[in-house]
Nanobody, 122 residues
Framework: QVQLVESGGGLVQAGGSLRLSCAAS????????MGWFRQAPGKERDFVAT????????YYADSVKGRFTISRDNAKNTVYLQMNSLRPEDTAVYYC???????????????WGQGTQVTVSS
């Protein structure tokens, strides 16, 4: 069975950095499109970043472009989200997802992790 487990969230001051990890089992991250989404209280779950199965193509939401980096380590079967220059508006629960299509559309991703909280203080 498929399981995605996020870790690495926490409390950080504005301008700081965090690295989120998504450990996958039941699927190979090299064979799936992997994505990161985030959801703040009372808001929809929004796209953050995605990486193709080959690992050669990435795409980011405008709000995080230049600050966040998505990557994968096939040997560890893990996907990462490096977050730099964090802002209070980045505060949200961050979710890892896996799907079959390279897209920013939330509903096209079939597998989801439980989420990890990221809080950025001012």
């Amino acid at each position: 069975q498929v399981q995605l487990v996020e870790s690495g969230g926490g409390l950080v001051q504005a301008g700081g950095s965090l690295r989120l990890s998504c450990a996958a089992s039941g699927l190979r991250v090299s064979s799936y499109v992997m994505g990161w989404f985030r959801q703040a209280p009372g808001k929809e779950r929004d796209f953050v970043a995605t990486i193709s199965g080959s690992g050669g193509t990435t795409y980011y939401a405008d709000s995080v472009k230049g600050r966040f980096t998505i990557s994968r380590d096939n040997a560890k079967n893990t996907v990462y989200l490096q977050m730099n220059s964090l802002r209070p508006e980045d505060t949200a629960v961050y979710y890892c997802a896996a799907g079959r299509f390279y897209t920013v559309v939330r509903d096209t991703y079939g597998y989801w992790g439980q989420g990890t909280q990221v809080t950025v203080s001012s």
